[in-house]
């Protein structure tokens, strides 16, 4: 007789990223980590942790820190998801004004010439 064991691994996180470059590179090391040890592929978390890079480099430019910055809490939020169909959803938020108008998924050239 044999047991399996089955471990889930976290397939989402969240996690405050200080507003700046200093944490921007802690970001994608948690990403690639968690990511890979769910078992996505290698190619996806590439593309997933250089688009994670450039939402947070956009939100550290062009954004504000959430909360009150003065009181040391200057931090933006990473977040990602693997849903039960196997998409990633990447989402970084600011304390902008306004909120960033949320676009649908677009199929990409590879998905749609696939079918």
């Known amino acids: ?9 976290p397939t989402s996180s969240c996690m405050a990223v ?16 968690q990511l890979s040890d769910g078992g996505v592929a290698d190619s996806v978390i590439d593309d997933a942790v ?3 890079s450039e939402l947070l480099s956009n ?4 954004g504000r820190p959430l909360g009150d910055a003065l009181a040391g809490d200057g ?3 990473a977040a990602w998801q693997v849903d039960p169909r196997g998409r990633l959803l990447v989402e970084v938020t600011d ?15 590879r998905t749609a010439a696939a079918g």
């Open 95 to 109: 304390g902008a004004a306004r909120p960033a108008r949320r676009r649908p998924p677009r199929r990409s050239r």
């Open 18 to 33: 200080p507003h700046g470059p200093a944490g921007v590179g802690k970001a994608r090391r948690r990403m690639r980590t």
């Open 75 to 77: 931090d933006v939020r």
């Open 1 to 9: 007789m044999a047991f399996v064991v089955a471990q889930e691994v």
């Open 50 to 52: 250089l688009i994670l």
């Open 59 to 62: 939100a550290c430019k062009h």
